[in-house]
């Protein structure tokens, strides 16, 4: 990497302890995960690989269990599960767990700072804008915990009762609010946040909750706050066949309310927004990981390609990508979407234009399964 150069750090969480046999999930030791930190700044058609760290991470939850802070100095990424061996320490099995790893960037070569424990299952998270505080919603432990960030250090100073499962959060564009998924009653919280006080504080009405479509799983937040897109999987195994929608938020509008649904196909995962604001993009998994006698399992992924301009979202192409892919970003420049493609065991590179996805040719081989992906977050 060049010094002088601001780095645009992109991370990829790889689980190798999750697999599957023509369909059939397997269990594997643990003690092989890790987390890819890749450069994208210099040349965004294709990454540069920075670091490498042997880390604990999870296929389990949405992939955006990971984040970069505004200042690209600090990354964060939860461990939504532990492994437990059966008695003969074999057979493992999952079960929530607490971990939640800080990474500091600046050093040479990056390394683990600091482990946290927030609440049972940890799955996605967020940073606000100003890399003061970080959100993590609690899958099992029904709850979101609120991180201080500070001094390259992280506190945990709060958990918000949800009373149901919540998977994925993302703040609103100045900080005030967070919008969190609550998968199970297919509705989307929103968080009030004050920062005033010597301690973050952090309140949720349920009454304040908004309906989307069914499974709801996943989210992002443009970057001009004017909208939020919800990833409606449909069904708790993700592919099920059917078609599946992306519910749209109107962010602005008081209260908050979802303004249209836009049709994807089966089983969507992960999403991103382009940092121009013009474009997001949706994983969809359309039976890639189950059964090839399923009769909705297709041998490969696809990315849906939405327009966005204001409110109003439209479908702007699709395209074919590996077997099982799970998260997506962007490149700085909006010009190149990434994608990790989970059961090939690499990052795709797709450009980006106004007519739609093109595939690049580039695959990027990394050291495991790409579980998780992200750049900066919103």
Known sequence: MN??????YLLVGNDEKVTWDDGQIRFLAPGRDTLSIFDAGANAAAPELAATIALPNSLFGPPVNLAVAPDQRLALIADSMAWLPGESGQNWTPAPGRDVHVIDLAARPPAVVQT???????????????????????????????????????????????????????FSADGRRAFVVKTDTHRLGVLHIDESGPTPRVTHD????????????????????????????????????HADSVSVVDLAGSPPRVVDRVMVEDGPEGIAISPDG??????????????????????????????????????????????????????????????GNFL?????????????????????DLPGHPASMRGQSY
């Open 206 to 241: 349920p009454a304040e909750d908004l309906t989307t479509g069914l499974v709801p799983f996943n989210l992002v937040v443009s970057p001009d706050g004017a909208l939020a897109l919800v990833v409606d999987m449909g069904s708790a195994t993700a592919s099920d066949g």
């Open 116 to 170: 946290v424990q927030a609440g049972l299952q940890p799955s996605g998270l967020s940073i606000n804008r100003a890399g003061t505080l970080a959100l993590v919603a609690n899958k099992a432990g029904h709850s979101v915990s609120v991180l201080r960030i500070a001094g390259g250090r992280v506190k945990v100073c709060a958990e918000v009762d949800m009373g149901t499962a919540v998977v994925a959060v993302s």
């Open 344 to 364: 090939d065991a690499n990052m795709q590179v797709l450009a980006v234009g106004d007519d739609g996805l093109s595939d690049t040719g580039t695959r990027i």
């Open 3 to 8: 010094p002088s150069r601001e780095p645009h």
């Open 278 to 339: 013009r474009y997001a993009a949706v994983a969809i998994v359309q039976g890639s990981n189950n059964p090839s006698s399923a009769w909705f399992h297709h041998p490969r992924g696809q990315i849906v390609l939405l327009r966005i301009d204001g409110l109003r979202v439209t479908r702007a192409g699709a395209i074919e990508v590996g077997a099982l892919p799970e998260g997506v970003a962007f490149s700085p420049d909006s010009r190149f979407l990434y994608v």
